[in-house]
């Protein structure tokens, strides 16, 4: 089984520019829909920003001077198989649906060295060498755990063994979704207390490292939504919608 399903990989770049003193965000080739003329012009080009012809707002033809030009928004999410030592928090429904507006159960994987994600299921711990390929990566080991880089994926697969992960106490003192999370940061906190640090209690580790990714995937995630459904967005200034 796959984490993600392909059908709802976020594979479009989003960029944004000035018009109408608005921001405005859309998809990189949007205006092939619209705009057959410049979409033949313009084929021989297709990273250029000239495809760009006209503003969805007032359908003047769009003219950018150097600062004014479209930008690319980053994208937040990361190939979690390529992203070694690493929290990743991935959604069965595919990355839509890593949001704080989402009520869909969010999962969370400890990748090895390899890129292999331990995470905690209902069938105890899984392996998972595909289907984390759009998750939000948290880098776990900077430069000074170097040393224990090299214990790590002993230490994870020995973690990964413990009778506190088997299937049968999947459901024991779980609130709902938590139970892959409590998984991943005791392994933090195991491999913190190895390096002499202290640990991180959930709140901690939550609010400090999880909750300001999720927010900003969150706005991603609504500015995506908006531009699939209506071919661009212009957010609300006053209600910090902006990327
Ligand atoms: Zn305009």
Redesign the pocket.
């Known amino acids: 089984m796959c984490l993600s399903d392909s059908t709802s990989l976020m594979d479009r770049t989003v960029i944004k520019f000035s018009?109408?003193d608005k921001d405005i965000y859309c998809f990189s080739d949007y205006n092939v829909c619209w705009e057959p003329s410049v979409h033949a012009f313009t084929a021989d080009c297709r990273e250029s920003k000239s495809r760009l012809s006209r503003?969805p707002?007032?359908f003047?033809p769009l003219k950018f001077n150097l600062l004014e030009a479209p930008v690319s928004i980053p994208c937040p999410f990361t190939n979690g198989h390529n992203s070694p030592y690493a929290f990743n928090i991935g959604s069965m429904c595919g990355p839509l649906h890593i949001s704080e507006y989402d009520d869909s159960e969010l999962h969370i994987g400890i990748t090895n060295s390899k890129g292999v994600v331990y995470n905690y299921t209902l069938t105890g711990v899984r392996r998972d060498e595909c289907g984390w390929e759009q998750c939000v990566s948290l880098q776990l080991a900077p430069s000074g755990w170097s040393s224990l880089s090299d214990q790590w994926d002993a230490e994870l697969e020995h973690f990964s063994s413990m009778a506190l992960w088997a299937p049968q106490r999947f459901h024991e003192e779980r609130e709902f979704g938590s139970r892959c999370y409590a998984f991943a940061l005791t392994f933090i906190n195991h491999m913190r207390t190895k390096a002499g640090k202290p640990c991180l209690t959930r709140d901690e580790f939550t609010g400090n490292y999880v909750l300001p990714r999720i927010k900003i995937t969150s706005k991603y995630v609504r500015v995506y939504q908006e531009i699939s459904h209506n071919g661009f967005y212009v957010p609300d200034k006053h209600r910090h919608e902006m990327l």
């Open positions: 018009h109408c503003c707002l007032c003047q």
